[in-house]
């Protein structure tokens, strides 16, 4: 059986990242639906830019408040993000391996 999508943390990402951008510094106060904040403020930076190019090109109206960052089409977007830094991650260390075995 084919399970075309399966939501893990991306919506509690997206609810941490929008409080952050929403002007909430504190961690105390920045949480989701799996509960606080427990990543460093690098993600949110990291996060947060992938949120404006998951965004940027679909109706950002969002009855969550979400800024349409949870619709299909901007996870769908943002899944070919992560699919382009999965494969020049690979290759980077393909590279690697290669360098290293040229010198043995």
């Known amino acids: 059986k084919r399970v075309p999508y399966t939501e893990i943390d991306w919506v509690a ?4 990242v929008t409080t952050y ?3 909430e ?7 989701g639906d799996t509960g606080p904040l427990v990543y460093p403020a690098g993600f949110l930076y990291l996060y947060g830019f992938f949120k404006d190019i998951a965004t940027r090109s679909i ?16 996870i ?3 899944q070919w993000v992560f699919v382009v ?4 991650n690979s290759a980077v260390v393909l590279m690697l391996y290669n360098a290293v075995l040229q010198r043995m």
Do not use: C, H, K, W
């Open 13 to 16: 990402y997206m609810q941490e």
């Open 25 to 31: 510094r504190d961690y105390i106060n920045i949480r």
């Open 76 to 78: 769908r977007i943002i």
């Open 59 to 74: 109706d950002t109206t969002d009855p969550t408040g979400l800024g349409g960052s949870t619709s299909p089409e901007a």
């Open 85 to 88: 830094l999965y494969v020049i």
């Open 21 to 23: 951008q929403n002007g």
